[in-house]
């Protein structure tokens, strides 16, 4: 009998984390999964409130996102874009057409009283996502950039500075006071869990905000199923965004074994790619569990190759889970 | 020298006022008109100000408009509007994807505090509508119409319920206390001033809110220029909308003799189609001046030609100023 909550926890940003929960929503069933997302990127931008992890999340798993573009719909269209510009409108966060129509729908049952869990449901819904979808909080959590220009809201450094300036620290508003969504903490005590999966996400920016809560924290330093994460970088370098540069920033190691280290005793076990197999040593020796694959994700089935090898290394118990006092 | 205030003032609604608007504009030089904007179909919908009428104005002026459609852009797509439905929005009001980007410009202005004139006169500049349009008012007026089926806000009556239900009564609420925006009461003061014309829309759906004002009907009483309204209906029949059928709800005469009935001593003159000469002589007996044309505008060269034959009136000094004890 298959319980009532999900086996796998999945903890993820946007790109290369939403690439691994659509492998995850392939490798097992549909409530099997729980994919928690990053808030931190949330902003309000044009009157909308707009979730760009939870969206990317949910268009990549519905089939529906833009593998090209690496974030926001396929077959989109942009004629509001163009004539926002045109009217002298806000033009540097791009909305397409068809994405806009979320953004709309999400702020008006927001406005209406909604919790955004609730929203990121009947939107995972709409779109035919099969797996489980919420938000880390629906306390607001926004991330917050101090950089050689000053601090900057998360999207302003991202998506407007393109990510170029030097970052000097972070800080995750909100985070001290956030709740974790009620989704997100019944699922990591819940009977049948298997395993909590940290997604290829950037870790500083994508999966910190959903550590900085000191219940989300704790519960999963208490959870007694092994967390493993999947490293977003091979050989030193992201397939996607600012993660290698953001850790040298913050002076950490620009590798696995620094995705390693910034997780510390709260995961049992990582996955990195075969050809960072030189790491695997020091890695052990925080007494994290090493398991080598491919960890690139061209494309769907890589996605799905690669959740089933994690998957894999679950059901096998490969996993011992570390002891925390 | 040309006077710093226009030589013609038209009061309009949406589509049949719009098509005289963009007539005149092509009549007279840009600065010699000022185009009045109803207001009192203006809604809040999907957390954004929409002004249907300011919108047809400066598209139709700016020949953007959909000739076809009546109503929104030409070249427009609706992936938003189809999205927003897929994802069980609102769709009953339905929003192009480039219209949609002139309510959320102007929605984001009114929410930084700027006046609702202020943002008009800015998306008339950015769409190249050469001449000046402002709202009546920048204080809000919403007409309700009171029908067998209780009370509604216009939109809900025109669009949703598609004018179907029976009008018992109107109101235009807000309408007394509302004060004429600057831009239209510094016209009707000042020199240079021709004519007002009152432009082929629906009496009381799309003029009545700006006459509701006591403001601004006092200064249309005392202005020294002739005010000459053109006749929406043709045959007792409107060209578009639901014109004749509210008349006839309300107890009026649906044809031209009761659009002159409704305008009263507030007007001198009324230009009514060729077909309707056996209403002269009644509507003269209230003391208007008639005047016949072919008031049909299927087409741009006809609204010009239309404007041209009243702007032709004013040049003419055709029609005696009624004196208003």
Known sequence: MRSAYPSYVALSGGVGGAKLALGLSRAVSGDELLVVANIGDDFEHLGLYICPDLD??????????????????????????????????????????RDLALHVRRSRRLRDGASLSSTAKEIAFRLGVRCAICPCSDDPIRTMVTTDAGELEFQRYFVEQRAVPRIRSLRYQGAETARPSTTFVDALSGDGLKAVIICPSNPLLSIGPILAMRQARDALQHTPVPIIAVSPLRSGKAFKGPTESNMRDLGMTPDSLGVAQYYGSLIDGIVIDHSDADLAPQIRELG??????????????????????????VERNEIRKQVVE
């Open 56 to 97: 990317t999340l949910a268009y990549t798993i519905s089939g529906l996102n833009n593998w090209q573009l690496g974030w926001g719909r396929n077959d989109e269209t942009w004629n509001f874009m163009d004539t926002l510009a045109d009217l002298g409108g806000e033009a540097w966060f791009r909305l397409g057409d």
């Open 288 to 313: 994290i569990s090493v398991t080598f694959a491919d960890i690139s994700m061209p494309a769907p089935e890589d996605c799905e190759r690669l959740a089933r090898e994690v998957v894999g290394i």
